[in-house]
């Protein structure tokens, strides 16, 4: 069946390093993915998204890598401040049918560490 | 602009109990998505509503499910009657358009405790 996983459940990092996450999907269908980044007590917040004709798009202090060959996502997140402390999750958008519901992985905790 | 809002954000009821979670998109929204995430598990989807209609609740674990949306603005999520299981945080998201990249945007959650 479809799903979207992560490999790594807790990542600590040191202030001012780079930071990288990462996502197994298994829907070789999927065509657009998706990061969120969730902090305590709020919703899911939007990062960064990619679509399936892309290997790398960037934004600000971040950058996701798409490799679809072995069907892997990446959040890459540089100079990591104690603000990027949150759970990340990446998801697949299960494009193609009548409705764009998001597919969702366990989530990675980031935990900086000042 | 305001976010979109859910109320309560934090429920804690009896099993058996009946409880409604509301759902405010971001104003202009025509899409209207809920998904939960039940203890150490990921967030999944429940049901898409396109304005007023139930465009897709294949995500809709069983009949004690009810969501709504009449007139197409606010929507409402009952659980009755209320399981151990259903115990979780419960989102809403808003979109403005089902386009190719589509953003959903994510209210801060219910968080539903059932004793």
């Known amino acids: 069946g479809e799903s979207v996983g992560l490999h790594l459940p807790t990542l600590s990092v040191q202030e001012g390093d780079n930071s990288i996450i990462n996502c197994a999907y298994s829907?070789?269908?999927?065509?657009?993915f998706i990061w969120y980044k969730q902090e305590s007590g709020k919703g899911p917040q939007f990062i960064i998204d990619i679509r399936s004709n892309m290997d790398k798009r960037q934004g600000q202090r971040v950058t996701v890598l798409l490799n679809k060959t072995v069907k892997h996502l990446s959040l890459q997140i540089a100079a990591t401040q104690p603000g990027d402390s949150a759970v990340y999750f990446c998801?697949?958008?299960?494009?193609?049918?009548?409705?764009?519901?998001?597919?969702f992985g366990t989530g990675t905790l980031l935990a900086v560490q000042p | 602009e305001a976010g979109v809002t859910q109320f309560p954000s934090h429920s804690v009821i009896e099993k058996g109990q009946t409880v409604t979670l509301r759902c405010d998109p971001i104003s202009g929204h025509d899409n209207l998505y809920w998904y939960r995430r039940v203890m150490g598990k990921e967030i999944k989807f429940l049901l898409h509503?396109?304005?007023?209609?139930?465009?897709?609740e294949s995500g809709m674990p069983n009949n004690r499910f009810l969501a709504e949306r009449t007139g197409g603005t606010y929507s409402t999520l009952k659980v009755q009657p209320a399981e151990l299981e259903d115990s979780g945080v419960y989102f809403c998201?808003?979109?403005?358009?089902?386009?190719?990249?589509?953003?959903?945007?994510f209210g801060p959650g219910t968080r539903l405790l059932v004793l």
């Open positions: 998801a697949e958008k299960n494009y193609g049918g009548a409705t764009n519901k998001l597919i």
């Open positions: 509503f396109v304005k007023e209609s139930k465009q897709d």
């Open positions: 998201a808003s979109s403005l358009e089902r386009g190719y990249q589509e953003t959903q945007y």
């Open positions: 829907n070789s269908a999927s065509d657009y």
